[in-house]
């Protein structure tokens, strides 16, 4: 067995009941062969462990906490409220959600359930009670996983009905007060009784815009208060046990601020080979992103470890789970678990293949995985109390993508495409690829001040302490950048009656004089100012260009074909002791790399390495430590220039003047 590995986890998803019980024993042996200190178990068994109401067997799932406990593995317990038995379905077949069609989903399945029925809800709290009663004085179970992926299927039953005119009874209090915030006038919607609310169906861009993102809004708070359910119960009997919920990256229905605000961390599932091409920009957002939510390491809680249920997702290359490990080290995790430990044999995942096949022979991967093992048991005593931080933060505020997935309009897109995330992807691509990371922020809460760039991407909607927040930044010397539509719409998903863009136009120095939306695959083109750059830099916008009307700012750029060429693309304004800058259409990676490389003279902002194709490096510092995570994802070997002398840990050579990295490989740094 491998030495420990410190308090970083390590480990992977098992499901015992899955497999015979004389094999148990063979598990844990090779577990404890790969250095594992952790399992996820049990997240999918609520048949097993509640066969009957009322009726517990917990026998089995003890018997293998003790197998694996012999190995010096510990247990997280996964609430298994993801799938509910059939003989809940039997007893009360209204806890299925009823789609917009009036169909109720299908049995046998998982995430089928209504979080706001109260019978679904009164046997999850009768299971999670039992669970954490037996489990609370057992030494080898650490901690919790709620559920299992929470999503948003929107259920239209009579219970979520009921509960959506009293979400928007307490938040609006009034019938008055509803009808005109929301613009409730427009069709004859305007109403006199709760009862006549009824949430919107598709197409949804035939219905009120408001009361669409009031709807949205209401179903994450129903998770979200589902997961609190589960919490409170836990932190009740079992106060000193983890409590976390598994995460999807860039999984944007829910709000993952608020969802990630009762647990003791996040951690995530992270599947980045669904294709023959990853992209890897998109992962490590995912990674900010996640690390972000709690502003601290966080944990993967399922790591791809083979070929995923589409039969034509090919299987990882040789070097690529260790590397999807080393880079979720090197972005902020503290904790791996695979996905998972042995292909299952039948289900409707018996092609989501794990660090094992079907036949539980340990192959390729299962080396792989071992390497990972014993590149971390070095990694890990430099890494203690460390966390990678970031000079940048991008703006991240969920009611604004659920308001832009709301833009759809008759052409069936919103403003630049398909994905929300994008306006934020297309600038995070030229920081990844610059080597910067990303702190993403949720400003009407978070301090922004210690961030020398703010980059508001999607920040159509906001509110007073959105907009006192973003002020005081700039005016105490902050950089804000802004993009299209900022500042278009109030807290109600109702367009200002303000010039755009409303009330930041005094900090951007500009007004937005027209816009026009560009057909799909037209591009406008854009040109930077060589006053404001000391050079003409040519690139395009898409989807959408906006005329601005300068007042105080200056013009970085300037549009040369169109209805608006000649005309200011980009400005930038001096407001107090910091800058604003417009960006007045969606930039291709050209114009943003020029406004990013000024950005980064300007500011002295430093990668962790020199950009390098292929090469992905982040740095994980803490008060005495300080290590350079440098992976390289392509086929190809390359070549780093380093200024300095560095220990590299996983070789424990010196290295200096370049850093030889071979294909689908990794170094790790410490200065010396």
């Known amino acids: 067995m491998l030495k420990t590995i410190l308090s970083l986890k390590f480990g992977v998803d098992y499901y015992p009941e899955h497999w015979p019980r004389n094999r148990w024993a063979k598990d844990a042996e090779l577990m404890g062969e790969l250095g594992f200190n952790v399992v996820r178990l049990a997240e999918f068994s609520w048949s097993k462990i509640e066969p009957r109401e009322g009726e517990y067997n917990f026998e089995w799932l003890d018997e293998a906490i003790n197998i694996l406990a012999s190995k010096g ?43 706001n029925n109260p019978n679904y ?14 489990y609370r004085d057992n030494p080898n179970v650490i901690g919790w996983q709620i559920d299992n992926e929470f999503g948003i299927d929107p259920c239209y039953c009579e219970n979520c009905v009921r509960a959506f005119r009293n979400w928007l009874k307490s938040k609006y209090g009034s019938f008055e007060n509803l009808n005109s915030s929301c613009g409730f006038i427009f069709w004859s919607q305007e ?3 709760w009862d006549e609310i009824f949430p919107p169906k598709p197409p949804l861009d035939m219905q009120s815009p408001s009361l669409c993102l009031d709807w949205h809004r209401f179903l994450s708070d129903s998770w979200i208060r589902y997961q609190q359910m589960q919490v409170d119960i836990i932190r009740k009997i079992a106060p000193h046990h983890i409590i976390t919920h598994n995460f999807m990256g860039l999984y944007k229905e829910l709000d993952y601020f608020k969802l990630a605000e009762p647990l003791d961390i996040v951690s995530f599932d992270y599947y ?37 249920k589409i039969h034509l997702a090919p299987i ?3 070097g690529e789970i260790r590397l999807w490990t080393l880079q979720s080290i090197a972005r902020g995790a503290d904790g791996v678990l695979y996905f998972r430990w042995r292909s299952c044999r039948f289900g409707a995942e018996e092609y989501w293949h794990g660090i094992l096949d079907h036949d539980g022979i340990p192959r390729r991967r299962f080396l792989e995985v071992k390497r990972a093992s014993e590149d971390l048991r070095k990694i890990a005593p430099h890494i203690e109390e460390t966390n990678v931080k970031s000079d940048i933060a991008f703006t991240l505020i969920y009611n604004n993508l659920w308001a832009f997935d709301l833009e759809v309009g008759y052409g069936g897109k919103n403003y630049y495409g398909l994905d929300s995330w994008e306006p934020s992807l297309d600038f995070y691509r030229v920081l990844y690829s610059r080597n910067l990371p990303v702190d993403f922020v949720d400003p009407a809460k978070e301090n922004l001040f210690r961030y020398k760039i703010v980059f508001a991407p999607s920040l159509m909607l906001i509110d007073k302490t959105v907009e006192e927040n973003l002020r005081s930044y700039v005016k105490k010397g902050g950089i804000l950048i802004a993009a299209p539509r900022t500042g278009a719409k109030d807290w109600s998903n109702v367009i200002v009656d303000a010039t755009l863009p409303g009330v930041l136009s005094d900090i951007f120095g500009i007004t937005v004089e027209e816009y026009t939306g560009l057909p799909n695959g037209e591009n406008i083109g854009i040109e930077t100012s060589e006053a404001a750059f000391s050079r003409k830099v040519a690139g395009k916008g898409r989807c959408w260009a906006e005329m601005l009307l300068p007042k105080d700012a200056e013009i970085m750029a300037y549009y040369t074909t169109g209805i608006y060429s000649g005309k200011p693309a980009v400005t930038i304004n001096n407001y107090g002791e910091g800058s604003a800058i417009y960006i007045g259409a969606f930039l291709d990676e050209i114009l943003y790399s020029a406004i990013l490389d000024w950005l980064m003279e300007r500011v002295r902002i430093k990668p962790a390495l020199p950009p390098t194709d292929g090469l992905e490096a982040t740095e ?20 780093v220039p380093l200024k300095g002398d560095y220990y590299e840990i996983l070789s424990g050579e010196k290295v200096g003047g370049s850093l030889k990295i071979e294909g689908l490989d990794a170094k790790v740094l410490k200065p010396l």
């Not at 298994?80 to 989903?105: E, F, M, N, Y």
């Not at 023959?276 to 920009?281: F, T």
Request: proline share 9%; net charge positive; glycine share 4%.
């Open 73 to 115: 593995i510990k247990a997280i317990i996964g609430t298994p409220t993801a799938a509910p038995p059939p003989w809940i379905i039997k007893k009360h077949p209204d806890v299925l959600r009823i789609d917009h069609h009036g169909v109720r989903s299908p049995e046998g399945t998982r995430r089928n359930y209504c979080p």
């Open 121 to 134: 809800v009164a046997h999850t709290e009768r299971i999670v009670k039992a669970l954490a009663l037996h």
């Open 191 to 193: 109403y006199t009784d």
């Open 272 to 308: 980045p080979r669904w294709s023959l091409n990853v992209d890897y920009a998109r992962s490590a957002m995912a990674h900010d992103v996640m690390r972000s939510l709690k502003k601290k390491p966080y944990w993967i809680m399922e790591l791809q470890s083979g070929a995923v």
């Open 316 to 318: 990882p290359k040789p």
């Open 620 to 639: 994980r510092a803490g008060s005495s430590n300080r290590i350079i995570f440098a992976l390289n994802y392509s086929d190809r070997v390359i070549q």
